[in-house]
Every structure is written in structure tokens, then in C-alpha cells.
């Protein structure tokens, strides 16, 4: 694919994930929330040109620079999802305006970056995009999750005789 074609199919992922989000869902903090950012991680990892080897330094500089970016954003995405305990004691999330606010100060965040990159003539490899995708959401699942297993239980329902 295209870079255009990759930034606009990465565009439509973060609408529907910033859409879906927005709505009240019940959170399953028993599913495996680690394995797909460890499936992306690893693809992104066996890319051999995810670091450009004619600026290895500053390529190098340029993804930890965005892996330290997505690791603060993606605990600022965790921190602004609103978690509740529904009447059957189900935790339950819904992203806020924050929600949204923390997802457009990363998109320019990387933005910044890439134009960065870009100016200094380093080539970047859509596969730093994919890592750091995979870093966002194991970050912001970890908030999440740790942020759920602190919720007060449900209270007990009262049994009549």
C-alpha cells in the first residue's frame, strides 16, 4: 500500500475506535487484552527497515522519541475513560471528551514527529506506526484494567423473604 493509502486506512481505525469508545460498554477484564498489541508489536518488529539505516541514529532517536510519546498518551487515553460498576456489578467504560482530546494531541503528537523526521530526510517505516499502535494499546488496557480492579464491588442486591 500507498503511504496515502496507509494514512487513510489508519484514519478510519482511529474514527471507529474513538466512535466505539464513546458509547457505554461493558468492560471484560478477563479477556487477553495484551495479545493483539504483542501480535502488531511483532509484525512491526520483523519489519528490517523500521529503522533507516542510512540515519540509523536519528531514526533510532526518532521511534524512541515516539515510543516514549505513545507510552504518556496512552496512559492519558486510560486515565479518561469513565469506569462504573453497572446494578449487576459489571465494570462498565465510556470514553469522555478528554477521550477524544487525548486522541488529538496524539495524532499531532506523531504528526510532529513525522514532520520532524521528514525534515531531516529520515525515512520511516509504517511499521514504527504499528509498534507504537501496539505500545498505545497495551498502555491504555493496563490503565484501564488497573484502574477497574480498584472500583468498588456491587454493593449486595437484598434478598427478600
Known sequence: MTTLANLL???V???LVVQR???AQRLDTERRFWLLPLVLGALALRDPQIIDRQHTALSAA?????????????SVWGWTVRLWRSPAGSVMAKGTKATVAAWIGMIAVRLG???????LHVHQSGSSLMLGMAVLLLVR??????RAGRLEPAPPTAVLH
Not at 62 to 74: D, R
Not at 141 to 146: A, I, K, P, Y
Open 141 to 146: 488496557s493496563l490503565v484501564v484494567n488497573w
Open 21 to 23: 469508545q464513546m458509547r
Open 62 to 74: 526518532l521511534l524512541a522519541a515516539g515510543l516514549v510519546t505513545v507510552v504518556g498518551m496512552g
Open 13 to 15: 481505525v482511529v474514527v
Open 113 to 119: 514527529l513525522y514532520g520532524i523526521g521528514t525534515a
Open 9 to 11: 486506512v489508519i484514519a
